[in-house]
């Protein structure tokens, strides 16, 4: 029986040692580049009342959330997104705040995805929210911290893919297209399914000029990535406004040398239905799917009691680090500490010698000898140590510095 014991259910894995340590790693040089920008430390609970992530506040579907009950009867969920979260906690603790507010958080989110997908169903997220501005500076600014985020981790080559959702709403309100089939066209569209998009279109009766503009949006081939030509292809204010808005972002992030990151894509959509404007995706070689997601969410806070504008964006901690080794960046840890091993005799003299180290701030592991050296070498190497100490019982000290490459 120990044997079924011993593995973990589909989607998630275990971690430790070295690839840990260079984990921790990324997600403190992430940290770092987010804190520059002048944002606080938010810690949500790991579970909370269904409600919060509920169909009518736009997020993870019923179906791949983990729920359970607690002692009264309540449904709780392990939760799937962390920005449901903090806008219910501002909401909460700043209803009457009228500065912007700005979050920072980490930690685990859980999907119950299909096992056939391929994903993992816990990932680790690092992201921020910013609330309570609603200004294209504030859109500049969450793109610009995601730029200098992924530098920080080591990333060179990468993309940051941007969308405006009130374009694709504002051709859809004109060709009276209703909101079950803008939904289903939306899946399509965000899928690059380009006829199963034209066969919901069919069905709607949508003229064909406004399906013509609609299409492109599923078409890889001919999609509308130039915001001038977007421009062109409609007449209403709603995704005029949304060109616009986009046209100030690239001037400000042209500004700031950022330019060259950036690409449009107005067929860039989410499943996500609480998004309300700006969406942007982060993409890079070597992971199949966007190691970095956002966008503004103005009416989210509304389910909450709280009526501001906002926006945020999550790094998928896991996909940026298999981007990161895909791609030959290896994280790897500065060694630090000393192994200290000794022979029953000198365990006090061991003993001392590890005090001291650690008043200096030094790690210190003890040990006692176990078989021959090579043995306390690939100790050392597993726990990223650099020297091992042997104190023997005749008083004789032996040192042996650990090579850094293994």
Known sequence: MYQSLLHTPEGVRDIYGTEYAGKLMLESRLHDAI??????????????????FSKEIGTTPSSMLYKFFDKDGNTLVLRPDFTPSCARCAAKYFMNEKTPLRFTYSGNTFTNN?????????VTQMGAELILDGSVQADAEMILMVIEALKASGLQDFQITIGEVEYFQGVCSQAGISDTDAD?????????????????????????????VLLRLADTVTATDSLAEAKQ?????????AIERLEKLYELLANCGAEKYVHFDLGLLSKFHYYTGILFKGYTYGVGDAIVSGGRYDKLLS???????????????DDLMEALKRQDKKLQPKKEGILIIYEPAAY?????????LRSRGIPAELSHVCGNIDCHVQQAKRHMQKEIQLFKADQTLEILTICEED
Do not use: C
């Not at 299909?114 to 169903?121: A, D, H, R, Y």
């Not at 292809?233 to 406004?241: A, F, I, M, T």
């Not at 906002?310 to 998928?316: E, L």
């Open 35 to 52: 804190r520059l920008f002048g944002y606080q430390d938010i810690q949500t609970p790991t579970f909370e009342y269904f409600d919060v």
């Open 233 to 241: 292809l409609v007449d209403n204010e709603r995704s005029l406004l």
């Open 114 to 122: 299909s096992s056939l997908q391929g994903k993992l169903k816990e």
């Open 303 to 317: 389910y909450f009691g709280k009526n501001a504008p906002a926006i945020g964006f999550v790094i998928v901690v």
């Open 348 to 356: 006090a003299r061991a003993f001392e010698q590890a005090n001291t």
């Open 184 to 212: 289903r066209l939306r899946d399509a569209i965000l899928a690059k399914n380009y006829f199963n998009a034209r066969e919901i279109l069919e069905e709607s009766g949508v003229r064909k000029d406004y399906a013509k």
